[in-house]
């Protein structure tokens, strides 16, 4: 039968030690996902077939879009893979994913050279990574939540969005150094290249740090009854939960578009604008991802004492009132650039905290991964992927506020789901209970 171990056996057994690995991991795995986005506005004029620089970068952030329509797939594959075969397996096979189509953007041609075989492997490097990122969070999500020690599910839950802060960080750094040590031209031609090797051979360093994890969702002795029960409690977990799954989506939809409006959108639409140059805007990058990377673990802290809900409430609030307001700032000035990410990532911890937690909890162990993976990847996919597009796109053809009442109203509606959740601190069974291990923090 399946099982998973209770948080105390995991405390006592070195989950400090894994928590550490799976967060190295996901370091490297989000800065393989963020690099593309870091980078493209070098890159994009090289091998997109376009004729000014704003163009290239539309169709770059279109297959930004497009790479996020595997991301469903990989939440249902990568899910059912963690929840038959461990969140150990999962995770492992994510990091070679991503790993393979940061390699195949390092080596891909340019337009000149090879036509649409240069977009063409691009995409096809992105709908990789796609897969690798949609079963990466929920399987992550599951992980973590199952080794925190009672009364420590905030701050362990916030682990997820501080090694993905990391690796942004990370892109965003070299992003810098390169930026201050090649000449343009040497940027444009092959300098973009660099992070992508990068990420590329630091891959089965994270991927020996992953074997070494704890597993935390244990078969039984026979494995034909195992997958059996596994095949059955996951059909039975996702068909008589249908109220979790689209809260999981509701939980999601602001968090998203916010997420990719502030993290992705803010930094190349300013330096295509013109106001800042594409090192500055690296540079509010930084200082802002570092401010979050601060922020984010007290945030869990926080919600360890006081509840999930006060700070998911808080989140929607401000973003529904102060999106408009913030984006037309945004691109006038580095001064405003910097204020506008600052103020936007320390309002989204609210949310990029404690999400993890918020959606572990509304499935079992048995089949928790693919509860959250795929609702979560269908999200994801529609309105995360997509939104730096839209963002871009509107602002090109002068209805940029159109774009700010649309992260408003998702703000909106995500702020209706958090409304119906119980305000209570983080809790955990004890060793025995009924209960599954995540507890309830809502």
């Not at 980078?39 to 620089?53: E, G, L, V, Y």
């Not at 408009?324 to 990532?345: H, N």
Request: glycine letters at 10%; proline letters at 6%.
């Amino acid at each position: 039968m399946t099982t998973t171990v209770v948080p105390g056996a995991l405390a006592t057994a070195g989950s400090h030690r894994s928590l550490r690995n799976a967060t190295v991991g996901n370091v490297l795995e989000w800065y393989d996902w963020n690099v593309y986005a870091i980078f493209t506005p070098f890159f994009a004029p090289r091998i997109f077939n376009s004729h000014d620089a704003a163009g290239a970068l539309v169709q770059s952030l279109m297959v930004f879009a497009v790479g996020f329509l595997t991301r469903p797939l990989g939440g249902l594959v990568l899910g059912r893979w963690g929840d038959r075969f461990g969140r150990r397996a999962a995770l492992t096979l994510s990091m070679l994913l991503m790993a393979a189509g940061s390699l195949l953007i390092a080596l891909c041609p340019t337009y000149s050279a090879a036509g649409w075989l240069a977009p063409v492997t691009i995409l096809v490097a992105r709908l990789a990574q796609g897969l690798s990122a949609g079963g990466e969070f929920a399987a992550s999500s599951a992980y973590v939540v199952e080794i925190a020690p009672p009364g420590r599910k905030g701050l362990y839950s916030s682990v997820i969005y501080v090694s993905n802060a990391l690796g942004n960080l990370l892109a965003a750094l070299l992003g810098v150094v390169l930026t201050r040590a090649l000449a343009p031209e040497q940027m444009n031609t092959w300098g973009w290249r660099v992070p992508f090797l990068l990420g590329a051979g630091l891959a089965g360093y994270a991927f020996v740090l992953r074997r070494r994890m704890i597993e935390t969702h244990l078969t039984g002795p026979s494995p034909a009854e195992a997958d059996q029960e596994r095949h059955t409690s996951v059909r039975k977990a996702l068909l008589s939960r249908p109220g979790a799954l689209w809260k999981v989506v509701g939980y999601t939809l602001a968090g998203t578009i916010v997420y990719y409006t502030w993290v992705v959108f803010l930094p190349s639409y300013a330096a295509a604008d013109g106001h800042i140059t594409r090192s500055s805007a690296l540079i509010t990058t930084t200082v802002a991802q570092v401010l979050f990377i601060g922020v984010l673990p007290l945030t869990g802290m926080l919600a360890d004492r006081i509840g999930t809900k006060p700070l998911l409430l808080t989140f929607a609030t401000a973003f529904a009132v102060l999106t408009v307001p913030l984006l037309a700032l945004a691109p006038k000035s580095f001064t405003w650039l910097l204020a506008v990410e600052c103020v936007g990532l320390i309002l989204f911890s609210g949310y990029g905290a404690i999400a993890p937690l918020i959606m572990a909890e509304q499935f079992p162990p048995g089949s928790r991964a693919t509860g959250i993976g795929i609702p979560y990847g269908l999200t994801v996919s529609v309105f995360g992927g997509t939104a730096p597009y839209l963002a871009a796109a509107a602002a090109n053809a002068g209805h940029a506020a159109l774009y700010s009442a649309y992260v408003a109203l998702a703000s909106v509606a995500s702020l209706g789901f958090f409304t119906r959740i119980r305000r209570r601190r983080t809790t955990a069974p004890a060793a025995g209970s009924p209960k599954d291990a995540v507890g309830e923090s809502r």
